[in-house]
T-cell receptor
Framework: GAVVSQHPSWVICKSGTSVKIECRSL??????MFWYRQFPKQSLMLMATSNEGSKATYEQGVEKDKFLINHASLTLSTLTVTSAHPEDSSFYIC?????????FGPGTRLTVL | DAKTTQPPSMDCAEGRAANLPCNHSTISGNEYVYWYRQIHSQGPQYIIH???NNETNEMASLIITEDRKSSTLILPHATLRDTAVYYC???????????FGKGMKLTVNP
């Protein structure tokens, strides 16, 4: 299957700082990328959908000014958590697709102290 | 997108076939059935998908009933590494989103 990478795999930051997470499709061009969040013992929750070169579409209840998504190319999307707080601590997972199934990255564990 | 129903958990003996059921009684004609699995603390792994015909790949087989209201994912020879949460998801032809439910925890026992 297609390969999606994320960087970093884990990050610890202080409350109030911003954190950027990168998502790359390594062997295919992704027309659409997605960002999910997963809290312990819960399922994945879709945060936003982004298409290359256009603004992301956020799910209801997700603050677009807090979770900035940039989909600059067909192989790269970034999620920036601005002014992070402890309640933003979670497992963030991206996925990517060209026409066909979504392929997921390995996830990024964010801990905000 | 149509909702899916899966049992919360299932056990299987190593080496035996694991048959994972999924109900999707409200599925529409242009909606696909997708299966993913998530091993602890990793991103979900794509397994297989289908519309109405049965599908097989190197990982699994997907059997969809003729009325498309249910399906079964078959892992032909389960191994300990198949222990994971399995998600059955229905996605519409016009929608790009995958909406994850609670999934089903499969435990493969030695």
């Amino acid at each position: 299957g297609a390969v999606v990478s994320q960087h970093p795999s884990w990050v610890i930051c202080k409350s109030g700082t911003s954190v950027k997470i990168e998502c790359r499709s390594l062997d295919f061009q992704a027309t659409t990328m997605f960002w999910y969040r997963q809290f312990p013992k819960q399922s994945l929750m879709l945060m936003a959908t982004s298409n290359e070169g256009s603004k992301a579409t956020y799910e209801q209840g997700v603050e677009k000014d807090k979770f900035l998504i940039n989909h600059a190319s067909l192989t790269l999307s970034t999620l920036t958590v601005t002014s992070a707080h402890p309640e933003d601590s979670s497992f963030y997972i991206c996925s990517a697709r060209s026409p066909g199934p979504q392929f997921f990255g390995p996830g990024t564990r964010l801990t905000v102290l | 997108d149509a909702k899916t129903t899966q049992p919360p958990s299932m056990d299987c003996a190593e080496g035996r076939a694991a048959n994972l059921p999924c109900n999707h009684s409200t599925i529409s004609g242009n909606e696909y059935v997708y299966w993913y699995r998530q091993i602890h603390s990793q991103g979900p792994q794509y397994i297989i998908h289908g519309l109405k015909n049965n599908e097989t790949n190197e990982m699994a087989s997907l059997i969809i009933t003729e009325d498309r209201k249910s399906s079964t994912l078959i892992l032909p020879h389960a191994t300990l590494r198949d222990t994971a949460v399995y998600y059955c998801i229905v996605r519409g032809g016009g929608s790009e989103k995958l909406v994850f439910g609670k999934g089903m925890k499969l435990t493969v026992n030695p």
